[in-house]
């Protein structure tokens, strides 16, 4: 599912199966009420773009690959055994993207606290140097005004919001009875699953970020 452009040979693996109709748990059906968590830290993008251009250290390469190396299938596990009511997997949409596209398609808003998202700490370094991905850009074109920042998040921050990733984690909507148990035992898992936000009443598809 990429459009890529480039000198370098690739090859691509497709796999299929079944699930149980029973099982499956959907990019939509967010309640209002329901609390948002994001099982993994954001800016891949901006990270790798910087690393392509020879700009990051052994450091910062092996931080950000530890990062996209972890499966979601603990995660997922978690979200089978709690029941939540939506789920999608953050990836090239970037978080404003994928969180844009649950709330449009449950018929809610969303409202999400910038300073609870879990950001790899490199990222903002590589963001203030202009290492934007072009998918992070054409991800805030794509949502327009349907993303409200607040006054004190600048380009920077909103552009990291928008980073396009690579195996990102998951951004799941919780009843907000059932949080508790879901910390508990994504922690049993080792997972750091802040809440970063909450479903709110409201046009469908407006995200705000404070």
């Not at 809610?108 to 202009?130: D, F, H, N, W």
């Amino acid at each position: 599912g990429h459009s890529i452009a480039d000198e370098e040979m690739k090859y691509g693996l497709a796999v299929s199966g079944f699930v149980h109709p029973q099982k499956i748990i959907r990019n939509v059906g967010a309640l209002s009420g329901d609390l948002l968590f994001l099982t993994k830290p954001i800016g891949t993008g901006t990270i790798t773009t910087a690393l392509k251009a020879g700009k990051g250290s052994q450091k910062m390469e092996d931080k950000v690959c530890a990062i996209m190396a972890r499966l979601n299938r603990d995660a997922a596990q978690v979200c089978m055994r709690v029941g939540v009511n939506a789920c999608t997997d953050i990836s090239g949409f970037g978080l404003l993207g994928h969180a844009w596209e649950m709330a449009s398609g449950s018929g809610v808003s969303m409202r999400l606290e910038y300073s609870r998202v879990p950001i790899i700490e490199e990222a903002v370094e590589t963001a203030q140097k202009g290492f934007i991905p072009g998918g992070s850009k054409s991800n805030q074109l794509f949502i327009g005004t349907d993303a409200v920042f607040a006054d004190h998040l600048g380009k920077v921050e909103q552009f990291i919001l928008f980073d396009a990733q690579t195996s990102g984690g998951l951004l799941v909507a919780v009843d907000e009875k059932k949080s508790q148990q879901f910390a508990r035992e994504m922690q049993n898992e080792g997972i750091d699953a802040p809440i970063i936000g909450q479903v709110i009443e409201g046009p469908a598809g407006k995200i705000f970020v404070k």
